[in-house]
């Protein structure tokens, strides 16, 4: 799920375009998405927090995970699961 930290819409509008983005993302704003950045600790952006089926986080560090191995960062992710 992605959730903007964008400053406008139109700028989140773009860059899901730009990026071909395919995933469910939130409002710009909306209730829900600042509740998932205060439940999750979110202060900077890009942020990629990793969520197992029953909601427990996998890690917070989804991002640096993705950048130093990203062919096992799934395969890590699902054995913590």
């Given at each position: 799920?992605?959730v903007?930290?964008?400053?406008?819409?139109?700028?989140?509008?773009?860059?899901?375009?730009?990026?071909?983005?395919?995933?469910?993302t939130?409002?710009l704003?909306?209730?829900?998405?600042?509740?998932?950045?205060?439940?999750?600790?979110?202060?900077g952006?890009p942020?990629?927090?990793i969520?197992?089926?029953?909601?427990?986080?996998?890690?917070?560090?989804?991002?640096?995970?993705?950048?130093s191995?990203?062919s096992?960062?799934i395969?890590a992710?699902?054995?913590?699961?």
């Amino acid at each position: 799920m992605f959730v903007s930290s964008d400053r406008s819409s139109d700028a989140q509008m773009g860059y899901m375009k730009e990026t071909d983005m395919k995933w469910y993302t939130l409002e710009l704003g909306s209730q829900e998405g600042n509740a998932l950045k205060q439940q999750f600790g979110i202060r900077g952006i890009p942020a990629l927090i990793i969520v197992s089926p029953d909601g427990e986080i996998i890690t917070k560090n989804g991002r640096g995970d993705v950048s130093s191995n990203a062919s096992g960062a799934i395969k890590a992710w699902t054995k913590s699961s």
